[in-house]
């Protein structure tokens, strides 16, 4: 379910995007106005869906009177060839917003797509994914629904909701242990505190973190941090992270793995619309 989220703001502001001040001059000048077009969106990958609720919000936006069927849900697994949605309406009007629909179940469900090939890496480990804040401006809860969709978990939404003590928060700060007392003196319920280094472990815990996320470390190193830490805060494994490697990083006993590159590097899935006379 997509929280937080102003759908109407967002299909008015793409739609207005597109449109810019002269409207569809293509539809308005070729297709008659009382032209009829009956369609099927499908995917021509085998892909995670996300994102169909919001691409019928646009046709119906420009024909509130079409007929829109959806023909699996958000986080269904679905093979190449699969129909994704029915619709039927205005041909002007399905034309028209037919790139906004495409653009962004294309997008989602490649940001879902990825996330669950990551998922299916750790299965059986006891790790849990997490997106990052790694998202393309104004599309954030829009890209963090496609994750959660694809089976991850969300990390922080925006700065507002946990601290995440970094290598230049450090710096300023003046030290790991100063920099987490500081936080806690304003009160701030959840720290993060990011350790490239493991003499960093005991004096982030002893200033009072409440979770410690173990940067770019190898697998033996970051088998060693987490025994070191001994279950006092969750540990988070974070940089670098791979379909490749992400097992062995699950496997050190790490309690989560954040990953940048499933909403900074999906590819969108290959998802189209065929019309036919109704």
Do not use: C
Request: glycine share 10%; no cysteine.
């Amino acid at each position: 379910m997509i929280t937080d989220f102003d759908m109407d703001a967002f299909v008015t502001a793409t739609l207005a995007e597109d449109l810019g001040p002269g409207g569809d001059v293509t539809s308005q000048a070729v297709i008659p106005a009382d032209a009829r077009f009956a369609a099927v969106m499908d995917t021509r990958d085998a892909i995670t869906v996300a994102g169909l609720e919001i691409a019928a919000a646009f046709f119906r936006r420009l024909d509130p009177a079409a007929t829109i069927e959806l023909l699996v849900t958000d986080g269904a697994r679905v093979d190449k060839g699969t129909n994704l949605m029915r619709i039927e309406g205005s041909a002007r009007a399905l034309l028209t917003a037919e790139r906004s629909a495409l653009n962004t179940v294309q997008h989602l469900s490649g940001i879902a797509t990825l996330t669950a090939r990551y998922v299916d890496k750790i299965v059986g480990t006891g790790a849990t994914l997490l997106d990052t804040r790694k998202t393309i401006p104004g599309l954030r809860v829009l890209e963090k629904y496609a994750t959660r969709t694809g089976g991850a978990r969300n990390h922080r939404m925006g700065l507002w909701d946990a601290a995440m003590i970094k290598d230049n928060h450090v710096a300023v700060a003046g030290g790991v242990g100063e920099a987490v007392r500081r936080a806690r003196a304003a009160a701030i319920a959840e720290i993060i505190v990011e350790v490239d280094s493991i003499d960093q472990i005991e004096p982030a815990l002893a200033a009072g973190a409440t979770r410690l996320l173990l940067d770019n470390m190898p697998p033996p190193v970051l088998r060693g941090a987490v025994t070191l830490v001994g279950g006092r805060v969750p540990t988070e494994a974070s940089g670098g992270v791979t379909l490749e490697t992400i097992r062995a990083i699950a496997e050190t006993g790490v309690n989560f793995i954040s990953v940048g590159r499933l909403t900074q590097s999906a590819p969108a899935a290959d998802i189209g619309l065929d019309f036919a006379l109704a």
